[in-house]
């Protein structure tokens, strides 16, 4: 992996944190930087994945509700699920 230098600028408070636990935990301020970023990163996307995913699901939520309001009003004043039920049991 190729390595390159990178300047940032950071309130005085969160760079004596980082010193502190850099010292304490025996890591140096690169990898600690790194290793915060890839986990901030892989967060934020997984994050992102699982709002899409929950969107999905509610889309699919809110047709399977309309479909089932739809679906009454059949002979005999059953639903179309009563009415599949039936056919499945029959065969």
């Not at 980082?18 to 892989?42: D, M, P, T």
């Not at 992102?48 to 004043?77: H, P, Q």
């Amino acid at each position: 992996m190729s390595l390159k230098k990178l300047n940032i600028t950071i309130p005085e408070e969160n760079l004596k944190i980082i010193n502190e636990f850099c010292e304490n935990e025996k890591v140096n301020k690169s990898a600690l930087i790194r290793e915060a970023a890839s986990q901030y990163i892989s967060g934020i996307k997984k994050m992102r994945e699982l709002e899409i995913k929950n969107k999905e699901m509610n889309w699919a939520a809110d047709t399977m509700e309309k479909l089932r309001k739809k679906s009454s009003g059949f002979t005999g004043g059953k639903s179309g699920s009563e009415i599949i039920r039936e056919f499945r049991e029959k065969r």
